[in-house]
């Protein structure tokens, strides 16, 4: 396990500059609540039982819990289904989005609509297993992000090839040393999300909250965690058009937080 700080010295000096991070203030213990999210697109076969799957996880650690499905414009019965759920317990949440906005666009509704103290998200198709999560929650006593990596991936070799040089690149321009940048497997503290303003609405979001996070201040640290292949649905996260996407939005990122950077120092000077 590490402590991720910025490698870039101009980030550092940014995350100095910055209101004092979440990490150094009193934190509760244990965590009084938590908001767990699930960005779901066309899945219908897997949203019942991942959902349940949470619901019994998070009954079990008898705290303040919500869980929100974030319906991303399915085309399918997902949306029908995410509205039975809560009609059946309060708990349960749904967000629609009227059409296919994207992944970094579910993930950012999700974080809008979390209220609780803590807000933590994974795939709705089930390819992560939730029980997984319990064991993080110490974790932020001292840090304000947990970011896990597949331990086990279950993707073909180029997926997986493809996964690692993103993973690479996006923690080079942005001056970050993260295993697996696009881990949907994510905890951190709800505050963070009144602090930054996020732009991605596609797969680039993971890169973006880390980023902006680890520019604030904000500490994070790294847990391996296990992947399932997906039992049903279709796989688009590999698809040319969200890798195109992601890469038209890393160019207006990048050249985003280097405009922000710069005039940070020139106010700070
Ligand atoms: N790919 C994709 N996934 C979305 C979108 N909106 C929400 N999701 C959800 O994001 C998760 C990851 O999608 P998936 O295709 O399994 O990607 P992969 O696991 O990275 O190959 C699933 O829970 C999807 O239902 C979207 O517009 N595109
Ligand atoms: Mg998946």
């Not at 009084?32 to 949203?47: G, H």
């Not at 505050?191 to 996070?213: N, Q, V």
């Not at 520019?215 to 698809?239: D, L, M």
Request: with cysteine; net charge positive; proline share 4%.
């Amino acid at each position: 396990m590490r402590d991720i700080l910025p490698s870039g010295g101009s980030n550092r000096q940014a995350a100095a500059a910055g209101p004092e991070p979440a990490s150094s203030r009193p934190t509760r213990n244990p965590p009084l609540s938590i908001t767990v999210f699930f960005p779901c697109y066309n899945e219908q076969d897997n949203v019942t039982r991942t959902v349940q799957q949470a619901m019994q996880v998070l009954e079990r650690l008898n705290i303040d819990f919500e869980v929100i499905i974030v319906d991303d414009g399915s085309s399918d019965r997902t949306g029908q289904i995410a509205d039975e759920m809560a009609g059946q317990n309060s708990k349960v949440k749904v967000v629609h989005h009227g059409t296919n906005l994207g992944y970094g666009a579910a993930l950012q509704s999700g974080f809008r609509a979390a209220t609780k103290e803590l807000v933590f998200y994974t795939d709705g198709d089930g390819q992560f297993d939730i029980a997984e999560m319990p064991p993080l929650l110490g974790l932020m006593e001292q840090y304000d992000i947990v970011s896990c990596y597949r331990l086990n991936r279950q993707d073909n070799l180029i997926r997986k090839i493809n996964g690692w040089c993103w993973t690479k690149l996006v923690c080079w321009l942005f001056g970050m040393k993260i295993r697996d940048i696009d881990c949907a497997f994510k905890l951190y503290k709800r505050e963070i999300f009144d602090r930054i303003r996020l732009s991605s609405a596609g797969a680039l979001i993971d890169a973006e909250i880390l980023a902006r996070a680890v520019r604030k201040g904000y500490r994070v640290t790294q847990k391996g965690v296990h992947h399932y292949p997906r039992a049903a649905g279709t796989q688009t996260g590999g698809s040319v058009r969200v890798i195109l996407r992601a890469f038209k939005e890393l160019l207006q990122l990048h050249a985003q937080m280097k405009k922000e950077e710069s005039g940070t120092n020139t106010s700070s000077a």
